[in-house]
């Protein structure tokens, strides 16, 4: 249904809960403008129905337009998902000519300190709030990206309020899914209990007091779940990722798990990735799960949870995701995340060369 086209790795932010793997794409290995314009051919061809335009920070491709364009051709939905850092009213206008339909913006936090702190770019949150504007006077839906951790939820009424102010008609909050940056750095981010008990207070009121003027969409912490979440509809039923340099992975994060190969859209067909290679057979369906997902009857509700998370914590991706209560390591998840969550505050930045901790701002 969706393509995840990661156009670069390259990012002004350097957020320590990153989705991007920790070895990033470097520029010179980027797909090209004609080999991206194929990609997103075939993706149609294959049935998507929807184009997210992602980075790291998308719009540093001079060629963004073309995509969108040829998104648009194709007969894709496009949604652009950005920092709005680098983007002005003027290049907006030339993205919404060439068709974008819908745009994302991404916040750290409701206030430029710790916004700015937590993105690692001086500036950033005034210059989000422009694009805000931005979006606004040019006429295109606006979704605002809270992702929530201890260092914010202090400030999770402000964010929705935020949301509302800047014109959004969607507002999603969601707490740091643990693998890559965000497992480095998983002792400075995991709420408390506490935290998340009044998460869940807050977002209720929220719903209640916005209701038909903003949507808040709410994902909870699966450190703190009982049932794991249907990663990305299902491990190769719904979802593909094209990385920087053309690798077509199941999920945004797949690349965390040791052992797993992908293949790339310049050397095969789409199709013939999503529908013969092993990156992508390996999890589909449900004839790989062990006991008790085999035979649960929530099996194709959930499809098993996220393989990522189940080798992050266990080292085996075959594993029962831990966020569920039958698993085996359940206990180890929530002995994990109540350690963390008394842990440090200081963050692992995801530019390698900057990779420094840097300490807490009130």
Excluded at 45 to 53: E, K, P, S
Excluded at 207 to 228: K, Q
Excluded at 284 to 303: F, L, N, S
């Amino acid at each position: 249904m969706a393509v995840l086209a990661e156009l670069t790795h390259r990012c002004p932010l350097q957020c320590p809960y990153c989705s991007n793997p920790l070895e990033l794409e470097r520029a010179n290995r980027e797909m090209t403008t004609e080999e991206w314009r194929r990609a997103i051919r075939e993706a149609a061809a294959l049935g998507c129905m929807q184009i997210h335009f992602s980075g790291g920070e998308p719009t540093v491709r001079p060629d963004l337009e073309e995509l969108v364009a040829e998104a648009t051709a194709a007969g894709l939905y496009t949604n652009l998902i950005t920092s709005g850092v680098l983007c002005n009213r003027t290049r907006l206008d030339r993205l919404a000519a060439a068709g974008l339909e819908h745009v994302q913006l991404s916040f750290q936090d409701s206030t430029a300190a710790i916004g700015d702190r937590i993105g690692g770019h001086v500036g950033g949150h005034e210059k989000k709030l422009a694009f805000a504007q931005a979006v606004r006077d040019v006429g295109l839906p606006l979704t605002a990206n809270f992702v929530v951790h201890r260092q914010n939820l202090h400030h999770l009424d402000d964010m929705i309020a935020m949301a509302a102010d800047i014109g959004a008609g969607r507002v999603e909050i969601a707490n740091v899914q643990y693998y890559g940056w965000a497992l480095k750095n998983r002792a400075a981010l995991m709420p408390t209990r506490e935290q998340l008990d009044a998460m869940v207070l807050t977002i209720q009121a929220a719903r209640a007091r916005v209701v038909g003027t903003l949507i808040i969409d709410f994902v909870v912490p699966d450190y703190y779940a009982r049932r794991p979440k249907s990663c990305m509809g299902g491990w190769g039923r719904r979802f593909l990722n094209i990385s920087p340099s053309g690798k077509v992975l199941p999920c945004h994060a797949a690349e965390s798990i040791a052992g797993l190969s992908f293949d790339n859209v310049r050397q095969r067909p789409l199709a013939e990735i999503w529908q013969t290679s092993d990156a992508f057979r390996i999890f589909r369906g449900t004839d790989w799960m062990p006991q008790p997902c085999r035979t649960c009857d929530r099996r194709e509700i959930d499809w098993g949870g996220c393989r990522c998370q189940a080798f992050a914590i266990t080292g085996d991706a075959a594993r029962t995701d831990p966020a569920c209560a039958l698993s085996e390591d359940h206990e180890r998840l929530v002995s994990l995340a109540a350690t963390d969550a008394m842990a440090q505050d200081r963050f692992v930045y995801r530019r390698p060369r900057r990779a420094k901790m840097q300490p807490i701002a009130t």
